[in-house]
């Protein structure tokens, strides 16, 4: 690989700090967890200097193991976390060395000593969660968590949050209102509304003053609604929601068990209404599997419609049985065809390979470039049928103690289910 094409800006304005307080370089990193944790090291020390080995070897043009996502979504022509975090820093893929040279960072790349503070965080607040997701994890959410051990499928539960604890919280805080030109701070849970650290946070921060400068991001799940988390999210200068949704048919119920469609739909028209009032951004995240592929096109057609833009962190990694290329070729071409043609059904002028996702007046643009990035993955992804009995060993787990059944949601894949033990 080229210099172009690994050297990523993310580790001079951004870290993350997962669910159990372990810190990370980036949040798109794969398997990327340190040994460092907030509960024993301070995350300016962390940014400063533990993420020194990153930083450079990627000046040396190394390909650094943890940004695989990165690239398996430029592979597929996907906007990556590494191009978007170029783009932040004035820094275009087509003319990479001359907006490289220009941009207002390239003294702060090429220091002996680096002493910048993170502009842009990824705070996991925890796993406290009401839906269990077929394709989480226990670390995510507390609801799965308990399943799974109620199941067997794990063993003991996951860590505690970090945020269950007070003095965590305030140490958080406190390294943001001595950290220098905070712009970003996403959240993310389990379910962020009703995680209590979330609302305990946004109050310190206004307290601090940083909702006059900083803009904030965090996803839901649409099942559940906080007017006074809406109310504290008003007073901040600018605020991203991403709101997570896998489809709009009865199937998302299935996939992200036990939500119903119907308080989706009704909570998607709130945040709709409340953001355009607000001019906040938005964006639907998706994380497509073998399961509810064939009905992402609805979410696109929700995206359309309202002009705002769809967004998935990456390529599904794990669990590897739930990814779409479990499913046989010939329906995954179906999908592609009925992919293709909406493609040619929405016309746009697509004038730049690397689209920013924030911008809302190319949102559009957006939209059939990203779809346009599963019909590539689609057609040229690995086969991995191998791993269908492994799903429905996995649903049938799952469905004896939910009471459902994927065939009522998904009746068109019974053959296929049964041939592998359904």
């Known amino acids: 690989m080229s210099f172009e094409s690994t050297f990523c800006s993310s580790p001079w304005l951004h870290m993350r700090i997962t ?12 398997n990327s967890a340190s040994k460092f944790n907030i509960r024993d090291t ?74 910048q503070t993170p ?12 839906s269990a997701c077929v394709f989480c994890s226990p670390g995510s959410s507390s609801k799965l968590a308990s399943e799974y051990f109620k199941l067997g499928l794990i063993q003991q539960m996951p860590p505690e949050p970090w945020t269950n604890k007070t003095e965590l919280i305030q140490r958080f805080v406190d390294t943001l209102t001595v ?17 209590p650290a979330f609302k305990t946070i946004l109050v310190a921060l206004i307290q601090a003053g940083l909702h006059r400068t900083a803009t904030i991001g965090l996803t839901t799940n649409l ?41 989706v739909i009704e909570n998607t028209n709130r945040w709709i209404k409340i953001a355009k009032e607000h001019n906040w951004h938005m964006q639907f995240r998706t994380t497509p599997t073998a399961l509810s592929i064939s009905n992402l096109l609805s979410v696109y057609d929700m995206a359309w419609q309202h002009s705002i833009a769809v967004e998935s962190c990456d390529f599904l990694q794990d669990p590897d049985y739930m990814r779409p290329g479990v499913l046989p070729k010939i329906i995954r071409d179906s999908i592609v065809s009925a992919m293709k043609t909406w493609i ?30 599963y019909v590539n993955y689609l057609e040229n992804s690995q086969d991995e049928g191998h791993r269908l009995p492994d799903l429905i060993a996995y649903l049938k787990k799952l ?15 019974e053959e296929l289910f049964r041939s592998a033990g359904y």
């Open 19 to 30: 669910h159990d307080g372990t810190f990370n370089y980036c949040r798109w990193g794969y």
């Open 42 to 115: 301070s995350p300016i020390d962390f940014f400063q200097k533990h993420m020194t080995p990153v930083r450079d070897a990627l000046l040396a043009g190394k390909s650094v193991p943890e940004c695989s996502v990165c690239h398996q979504m430029e592979q597929h022509q996907k906007v990556s976390g590494r191009q978007r975090q170029l783009l932040k820093i004035g820094v275009r893929p087509e003319q990479f060395e001359k907006t490289l040279a220009s941009s207002p960072w390239a003294k702060t790349f090429a220091a002996d000593k680096f002493t």
């Open 119 to 130: 502009q842009d965080w990824q705070i996991d607040l925890g796993n406290y969660c009401n």
């Open 179 to 195: 950290s220098s030109n905070i712009q970003y701070i996403h959240f993310i849970g389990g379910e962020t509304l009703i995680t």
């Open 223 to 263: 099942f559940v609604w906080r007017p006074d988390i809406v109310e504290l999210l008003q007073q901040f200068q600018g605020v991203n929601l991403g709101m997570s949704v896998e489809a709009f048919a009865p199937v998302n119920d299935y996939v992200r068990w036990p939500s119903t469609l119907d308080t």
């Open 344 to 373: 040619t059904q929405h016309p746009i002028d697509l004038l730049d390979h690397v689209i920013n996702t924030r911008d809302p007046n190319i949102a559009q643009s957006q939209i059939v470039q990203d779809l346009k990035s």
């Open 399 to 413: 469905e004896s103690n939910r009471n459902n059944r994927i065939l009522t949601y998904l009746p068109e894949y």
